[in-house]
């Protein structure tokens, strides 16, 4: 419907500029009628009638109600002529009339007898609120696709390949041998049985019976308990490595690429210092020390402690990316990697000490200069750290007390330099493969044979990884006092590694030795190469990088402007030398399955035959009942299973028995197929005992005595 001329020109009026000041516009001649009543709107009020009523601005008009031609000529064009009286409350009444039909009309159309409004398309809309599966949905999405998420999947899936054949069999071989891995198996098992059911003996194991302390005889590998809650005997045991084994892989592949991305570096060579640090060729003489190829949480620590405190190479200090968060979770990472043990987590606690101190005098060298940042923690992460440190230590301090009660029972554990000496790699060391290296392993054969304990000797990090280092030296996204600094690490761990192979050790470990607490329980110094490699791969990273910022250059003019597929895969050939120099040939024995004696007869027993090796065995057996056991396997013999030894050689005789009702035991299993070759068991197992006032039993392969 139309609207009145009047209302229209209302409406263009409201549409002008807000600073219009009606007020100095030429008004029309103040025209009253007969009955004295303004006609035209005032300066004050304007717009409003005599009796109340709202009237458009600027309207006109003469006393009887018709419009003047002439005032509303002489009117501005935005002001409408006024009506007066009768007149004026008429038209007001029948546009009120108006607009009520037209709103009625609209009320009555349909939906489809509207007219579409052409501009509604361009209107914003609404959406509703997304439900709980759409969300999920959405933040699984951003979860997959952010990068995080693909290197940690990438690393496990390189773990599986790189560690082949492990989880082929799980649940019947092990890798490298049947001794040590059997060992930190039933060590995994122990610490999450013990902390199901009695945690105050967590530390007094079943083993080493009836020894105290017995847990903390080697590294504990405590920080793997909870998964030592899940499932029970050999069996469990064995899968639970075995999935540990490979995924200790993945921790330190995710754990090195995320320390070297914070550090700077693009994701080629972030991945090739990762793969360098995972899979060095020296690490496969280690794959049955699962406490030193659980080492991921050393870069993984360091990589959140550096984002948290807002650190980088490539950008230096940034105080506007700290984080707090981060800063704890970096010490809890520590604490947790300190848990596996002290073969490695010893030497972390110290370089987590001195980067500190590093810190902490850098700080205060700034500080006495203008561009010094003021307050370099803030609050947050002053409590953060603080917090984050405490705990630290009280874990290092709670975990230390089990070995220093061994230390103060067993002083003959301790490592003198005699046996430093005995594991101490020379020079060439550092350039000879393990014999499981697939592409190195035969053509070092002469080498490894010139050395004096070949697994603790083998140290190649790589040669290509040593090629890619020496190359950032020369060509790097790293600064050149970056470089050096890095240099100098790689320099001092390396020396450090040789043990007393590098100037009789005088002035180098054997310091360490006799001076730092705890030093004197690292029995072999050439596990440090752990630092050379992970340097040596910050520095080949620089060099990685360097290589492909110089492919973007190149392929800069090109359409589109981003590298060709076969500069791509240029790119990746150093991270492809470096996976083919880990390839392994590491055997996985089948684990000696455990005799059905095992699963019924009670302790205090004695298994035999006993010995370093077949002990661990027999631990791993026990994980059924965790009966208490004579038998143990550590890094020392204690000089009480010494002696059982020896008593036993000729059992069962009155003089053995004799020893062992004195220590407790009620129970011996003699185990037939593990008897050697000229033995005296060999005769004796099947000898009548009426006379030695025990009883004989045949369980399966086995002869249990009850004494």
């Not at 009047?6 to 807000?18: F, L, S, T, W």
């Not at 501005?76 to 004026?88: F, H, I, L, Y």
Request: glycine fraction near 10%; aromatic fraction near 8%; hydrophobic fraction near 45%.
């Amino acid at each position: 419907m139309a609207k009145p001329a009047a209302e229209q020109r209302g409406r263009h009026a409201a549409d002008e500029p807000a600073d219009t000041d009606l007020s100095k516009t030429d008004e029309p001649a103040m025209v009253k009628s007969a009955d004295n009543v303004t006609t035209g709107p005032t300066a004050d009020e304007p717009g409003q009638r005599e009796d109340g009523a709202a009237e458009k601005p600027g309207s006109s008009a003469d006393a009887s109600g018709t419009e003047d031609p002439a005032a509303a000529k002489a009117a501005p064009p935005d002001v409408k002529p006024s009506k007066t009286g009768g007149d004026a409350k008429e038209d007001a009444s029948d546009a009120a009339e108006d607009d009520a039909a037209e709103k009625a009309a609209v009320a009555t159309l349909t939906d489809g007898d509207k007219e579409p409004d052409k501009w509604a398309e361009f209107a914003g809309r609404t959406e509703p609120p997304p439900n709980v599966a759409r969300r999920a949905a959405r933040w699984a999405g951003r979860t997959i696709r952010h990068e995080w998420f693909i290197a940690a999947f990438l690393s496990v899936a390189a773990a599986v390949v790189m560690t082949w054949p492990t989880l082929r069999y799980p649940r019947h071989t092990i890798p490298q041998d049947i001794w040590d891995p059997t060992l930190q198996a039933w060590q995994m098992s122990w610490s999450g049985h013990s902390l199901l059911t009695d945690p105050a003996r967590l530390w007094h194991a079943n083993a080493f019976y009836p020894e105290l302390w017995s847990f903390a005889f080697s590294d504990s590998l405590l920080g793997y308990a909870p998964l030592g809650m899940i499932g029970e005997g050999p069996v469990a045991a064995i899968v639970r490595y075995n999935i540990m084994f490979v995924l200790a892989h993945a921790l330190a592949t995710s754990g090195a690429y995320v320390l070297v991305r914070q550090l700077g570096a693009g994701r080629t060579g972030s991945a090739v210092a990762a793969a360098a640090y995972t899979y060095a060729p020296w690490l496969l003489s280690q794959a049955g020390h699962l406490h030193i190829i659980s080492n991921g949480g050393i870069p993984l620590a360091l990589a959140m402690l550096a984002r948290g405190h807002g650190f980088s190479f490539r950008h230096g200090y940034r105080p506007e990316r700290r984080h707090a968060g981060w800063a704890l979770a970096g010490w809890l990472v520590a604490a947790w990697q300190l848990s596996l043990g002290f073969g490695i987590g010893l030497v972390f606690a110290y370089v987590l000490a001195l980067l500190g101190i590093g810190a902490l005098v850098g700080w205060q060298v700034k500080r006495a200069r203008r561009w010094a940042v003021r307050r370099p923690f803030g609050r947050k992460l002053f409590f953060a750290d603080l917090g984050g440190g405490v705990i630290f230590a009280a874990a290092g301090g709670l975990l230390a007390i089990p070995y220093f009660e061994v230390a103060d029972a067993h002083p003959y554990a301790r490592r003198g330099i005699e046996e430093i000496e005995l594991y101490s790699p020379p020079l060439r060391g550092l350039f000879t493969a393990p014999e499981h290296s697939w592409l190195w392993g035969g053509l070092h054969a002469p080498l490894r044979d010139s050395l004096g304990w070949p697994a603790e000797m083998t140290l190649l990090p790589g040669f290509t990884l040593i090629a890619l280092a020496l190359a950032g030296l020369i060509v790097s996204i790293w600064t050149i006092k970056q470089r050096l600094l890095l240099v100098l690490g790689v320099a001092v761990t390396t020396i450090l590694a040789m043990g007393s192979e590098f100037l009789g050790g005088k002035y180098t470990y054997i310091p360490l030795l006799e001076h730092v607490p705890g030093w004197d329980g690292i029995r072999t110094p050439g596990r440090l190469m752990l630092w050379v490699t992970l340097l040596l791969g910050i520095l080949a990273a620089g060099a990685v990088c360097a290589f492909v910022d110089r492919v973007k250059e190149i392929s800069a003019n090109r359409i589109p402007p981003w590298p060709s597929p076969w500069l791509r895969l240029v790119t990746l050939v150093p991270l492809a030398l470096v996976l083919i120099e880990g390839i392994n040939t590491t055997p996985h024995p089948i684990v000696p399955v455990q005799p059905a004696a095992m699963r019924t007869v009670e302790g205090p027993l004695l298994v035999l035959p006993s010995d370093q090796l077949k002990d661990e065995n027999v631990m791993l057996w026990s994980t059924t009942k965790f009966q208490d056991i004579v038998n143990g396997g550590s890094g020392f013999v204690p000089k009480k299973l010494e002696e059982v030894r020896q008593v036993t050689a000729t059992f069962p005789d009155q003089n053995s028995i004799n020893y062992l009702r004195a220590m407790g035991v009620r129970n011996v299993v003699v185990v037939r197929d593990q008897i050697e070759p000229g033995s005296p068991l060999l005769t004796t197992i099947d000898l009548p005992v009426d006379s030695l006032g025990i009883t004989r039993e045949d369980i399966g392969s086995a002869v249990v005595y009850h004494l």
